[in-house]
Structure formats: C-alpha cells, structure tokens
T-cell receptor
Framework: QQQVKQSPQSLIVQKGGISIINCAYE??????FPWYQQFPGKGPALLIA?????SEKKEGRFTISFNKSAKQFSLHIMDSQPGDSATYFC???????????FGIGTKLQVIP | DAGVIQSPRHEVTEMGQEVTLRCKPI?????LFWYRQTMMRGLELLIY????????DSGMPEDRFSAKMPNASFSTLKIQPSEPRDSAVYFC?????????????FGQGTRLTVV
C-alpha cells in the first residue's frame, strides 16, 4: 500500500520542455514534502522541499506546487535538459513519527 | 567531506549465507537511516537511529534482518540467513538533525544479489 502515490512512473520530455510529476497522499500527519533526484548508480539527493503552509516553492528551474485541500503536490522542471534525466522521488514526512515515506519514483528522460 | 560511505558496493552471496553491510555516516551527523530500494516497492525505510539509538525498526522485514550502531561513526545491517528476495540496493543515509530527515545525505548504496 503506497502512502504516497506518484505518477507517471516514466516520462519522456524533449529538451526545453516542461516535465511534470505528480504526487498524492492521504495521511494528514504529513508535514514536510521533499523531492529527491537519483542518478544511476548513486543515492538519492535532496532536490527541493516544501511545507504544507506554502502553495509554491521555486528554486531555479524546479518548482513545487502544493494543494493542501486536494492532498496533492507536483514537481515542475522548466526548460528540461538532458542532464535532468534521472529518477525523481516525491516523499512525505510524518511529523508524529519523523518517518519519511517515498513515492515509487518517476524515471525522466529528456531527449535532445 | 567524503560523504556517507557504504561498503561493499556490490555483494553476491548464496542463499542461506550471512551478509553484513557497512556504513560510515558523515561526521557530526546524529541520525542514521537504512533504506532498501527495489523496482517493485521503491525506497523503503528499514530502521533509523538517533544518537546511536534505534528509534524505529518497524520497517525491518523479518527477524533475519538486524542493525547496529555501536558508535557515531559506524553502522551495520546484517541479514542472516539471506534469501533471494533480499536482493536489492541498500542505502544508508545520515542527517545533521535529530529526526530531521529532509536534510539526509545518502551513500552510493550496496547492490546485494542473493543467488
């Protein structure tokens, strides 16, 4: 049972396009929502994160949009580049237990 | 800073054998996490420690799995006996905040294959 549902599982985007990855959750105890980026053969690395009292956070070409009422959040990668090709994980932290649950991951391929 | 160091990077073992995975967290970090990654289940938290003390081991799949953190600079994850379904990539991560996962740093992982 996935507490954090992530889609799509794979995504192909042309260079310069916008990559969009969506996540949904049910647990209202989640209080922090990070996104991780993982390259082949490497461990995940924190990319950007948001708290539920904020509707949007932007860092460079990466933007998180957060809809608290719908219990959904998404990652937008603007002007996608081949170097962005990686697997992206959304995650959510349960503030009661300090435990983080990951989505299943989205494998992004940006083609020239 | 060398980052989180895991060893070995790859391990191939026969079913029934004991496997020990090792992790050296970043110096000064006081939280340590063990994760397992598979295609089917994604990233699963197995156990985490704060200040060398196990806080939550509810993700440890079976009694065959055990983890220790004898000091602030070393942790092990042991599987005894190993089974083919244990094949996965095991990650160790450390964080500078007690319970503050979002700033955790991951190691490069140990790819375990049990045949």
């Amino acid at each position: 049972q996935q507490q954090v549902k992530q889609s799509p599982q794979s995504l192909i985007v042309q260079k310069g396009g916008i990559s969009i990855i969506n996540c949904a959750y049910e647990n209202t105890a989640f209080d922090y929502f990070p996104w991780y980026q993982q390259f082949p053969g490497k461990g995940p690395a924190l990319l950007i994160a948001i708290r539920p009292d904020v509707s949007e956070k932007k860092e460079g070409r990466f933007t998180i949009s957060f809809n608290k009422s719908a219990k959904q959040f998404s990652l937008h990668i603007m002007d996608s580049q081949p170097g962005d090709s990686a697997t992206y994980f959304c995650a959510a932290r349960d503030g009661s237990y300090q435990k983080v649950t990951f989505g299943i991951g989205t494998k992004l391929q940006v083609i020239p | 800073d060398a980052g989180v160091i895991q060893s070995p990077r790859h391990e191939v073992t026969e079913m029934g054998q004991e496997v020990t995975l090792r992790c050296k967290p970043i110096s000064g970090h006081n939280s340590l996490f063990w994760y397992r990654q598979t295609m089917m289940r994604g990233l699963e938290l197995l156990i985490y420690f704060n200040n060398n003390v196990p806080i939550d081991d509810s993700g440890m799949p079976e009694d065959r799995f055990s983890a220790k953190m004898p000091n602030a600079s070393f942790s092990t994850l042991k599987i005894q006996p190993s089974e083919p379904r244990d094949s996965a990539v095991y990650f160790c991560a450390s964080s500078p905040l007690t319970g503050g996962f979002p700033r955790a740093f991951f190691g490069q992982g140990t790819r375990l294959t049990v045949v």
